[in-house]
């Protein structure tokens, strides 16, 4: 967990506030291209509130990079999700959706983030479709050690480990 958690109600706002008015700068700096995301390229995994999640992302393409997550507790599995980033005019967009155990989507309409920040190995999205998370992102910290990190919609923060799969 984030110490941003504990900040009282008007410094999370704060906080958020600035990221995204810094995110904006960063953006306007440099051109976007979908192949600065190939960091995210490769397979994941973690424990997860007693159970594993995995997660896969393919190389970049086509002005896309997707992922494949899979969540198992107790020999079954929970959900899997489609990750979809993809560049729109001169940003990127990234649409998720979780499907139950037996492949049902669980919202009708996928959740859709915008751009926030890019940095060399962290993007940070923000939240802008109903009951999707405040924020998301995703940081490769060393060559095998990836974090994802969200705020979720009532305002809690989640940060998860994973760590790279070998071959």
């Known amino acids: 967990?984030?110490?941003?958690?504990?900040?009282?109600?008007?410094?999370?706002?704060?906080?958020?506030?600035?990221?995204?008015?810094?995110?904006?700068?960063?953006?306007?700096?440099?051109?976007?291209?979908?192949?600065?995301?190939?960091?995210?390229?490769?397979?994941?995994?973690?424990?997860?509130n007693g159970g594993i999640l995995e997660e896969t992302w393919l190389s970049p393409k086509a002005d896309t990079i997707s992922a494949?997550?899979?969540y198992t507790k107790n020999g079954k599995t929970e959900f899997v999700e489609i990750i979809k980033i993809e560049k729109m005019a001169d940003t990127l967009e990234l649409r998720l959706q979780l499907f139950d155990h037996p492949m049902q989507p669980r919202w009708e309409k996928p959740h859709v983030f915008k751009l926030l920040r890019m940095e060399s190995q962290k993007i940070t999205f923000r939240g802008v479709s109903e009951g999707s998370h405040r924020s998301l992102s995703y940081e490769l910290v060393a060559p095998d050690h990836f974090v994802i990190r969200f705020q979720t919609h009532d305002g809690s923060v989640v940060e998860i480990h994973l760590s790279q799969l070998r071959k």
Do not use: C
Not at 1 to 8: A, E, H, I, R, T
């Open 1 to 48: 967990m984030s110490s941003v958690n504990k900040l009282p109600g008007y410094m999370a706002v704060l906080l958020l506030f600035i990221l995204h008015f810094e995110g904006v700068a960063q953006e306007a700096k440099k051109p976007i291209a979908i192949d600065h995301l190939a960091w995210l390229t490769g397979s994941w995994q973690g424990p997860l």
């Open 68 to 70: 494949l997550v899979r």
